[in-house]
């Protein structure tokens, strides 16, 4: 799928990414066997959805890598974004 941004991450139980984009977008956390699935246009399970307003903060269930995706849908071209991850010891 050409219409995403993708990031890997480790994230901790407790931590939350921040995810900032000038225009609406899906944020979608998933597992590495979710994110293989999407790729492949099967069904799969994530975390978060489509955003409206920005920042969009979404947390793990679990520790472990996470692919953050950031699908822009019908909309594509520049786009300017940011990803954070904002710690559970802050």
């Not at 901790?12 to 990414?17: A, E, K, L, Q, Y």
Request: with cysteine; hydrophobic share 35%; net charge positive.
């Amino acid at each position: 799928m050409a219409d995403h941004l993708h990031k890997r991450l480790f994230l901790r139980d407790g931590d939350v990414v921040e995810v900032n984009c000038d225009r609406q977008a899906n944020v979608l956390l998933v597992d590495d066997s979710e994110y293989a699935n999407y790729k492949n246009n099967r069904s799969y399970r994530y975390v978060g959805g489509f955003f409206k307003q920005f920042p969009a903060r979404i947390a793990p269930p679990r520790s472990g890598y996470w692919n953050v995706v950031l699908n822009l849908g019908r909309n594509q071209g520049a786009v300017h974004h940011t990803m954070r991850v904002i710690s559970r010891d802050n």
